[in-house]
T-cell receptor
Framework: EPEVTQTPSHQVTQMGQEVILRCVPISNHLYFYWYRQILGQKVEFLVSFYNNEISEKSEIFDDQFSVERPDGSNFTLKIRSTKLEDSAMYFC????????????FGPGTRLTVT | QKEVEQDPGPLSVPEGAIVSLNCTYSNSAFQYFMWYRQYSRKGPELLMYTYSSGNKEDGRFTAQVDKSSKYISLFIRDSQPSDSATYLCAMSSGGSNYKLTFGKGTLLTVNP
């Protein structure tokens, strides 16, 4: 069964460093998302992406964040200068569209900023 | 008032019990309702997806949506220890993005 994959599973970085989180969505899906979950808190929407552009972003998704689909399979989230409060689980999700609205999530990347 | 409210539990039941999990919401624009299961430090796994009001059954799971009361439920029949996880409700108003708004999750433990 197709699934969303994410790498790395755990990333440790120092404050101020740049990180890139990678995702491979399900192959015939057209809509891509990033969410994050701070420990003990809700899963929160960050950004949605369709047709090679951002379709919506939350207020969390400030200028430190960017997303890219560099090729036909990968979808990345870049945090330019990490802060302590960026420590969280980051989940990628994808949706096929065309009436199929279910979102499928990857296993997540645990980001620890020290 | 929070957009989606979910009792965090924890909820502990014996094996074989019927479990009822619930969420309330305030945004009347929500039309799509989902339940996800999340094991510790793992990604949310889609269990049930419903559109608008009504019931949907899949094996031991039944999802109910009452839009007039802004209330959704997930019932688990014949609960098993493997059902022990955090259950997240999520909803969307649709539109072009279908971004999801989540509840905080209910931690369920099914004891053998």
């Amino acid at each position: 069964e197709p699934e969303v994959t994410q790498t790395p599973s755990h990333q440790v970085t120092q404050m101020g460093q740049e990180v890139i989180l990678r995702c491979v969505p399900i192959s015939n899906h057209l809509y891509f998302y990033w969410y994050r979950q701070i420990l003990g808190q809700k899963v929160e929407f960050l950004v949605s992406f369709y047709n090679n552009e951002i379709s919506e972003k939350s207020e969390i998704f400030d200028d430190q964040f960017s997303v890219e689909r560099p090729d036909g399979s990968n979808f990345t989230l870049k945090i330019r200068s990490t802060k302590l409060e960026d420590s969280a689980m980051y989940f990628c999700a994808s949706r096929r569209g065309g009436g199929a609205n279910e979102q499928y999530f990857g296993p997540g990347t645990r980001l620890t900023v020290t | 008032q929070k957009e989606v409210e979910q009792d965090p539990g924890p909820l502990s039941v014996p094996e074989g019990a019927i479990v009822s999990l619930n969420c309330t919401y305030s945004n009347s624009a929500f039309q799509y309702f989902m339940w996800y299961r999340q094991y510790s430090r793992k990604g949310p796994e889609l269990l049930m997806y419903t559109y608008s009001s009504g019931n949907k059954e899949d094996g031991r799971f039944t999802a109910q949506v009452d839009k007039s009361s802004k209330y959704i439920s997930l019932f688990i029949r014949d609960s098993q220890p493997s059902d022990s996880a955090t259950y997240l409700c999520a909803m969307s108003s649709g539109g072009s993005n279908y971004k999801l708004t989540f509840g905080k999750g209910t931690l369920l433990t099914v004891n053998p």
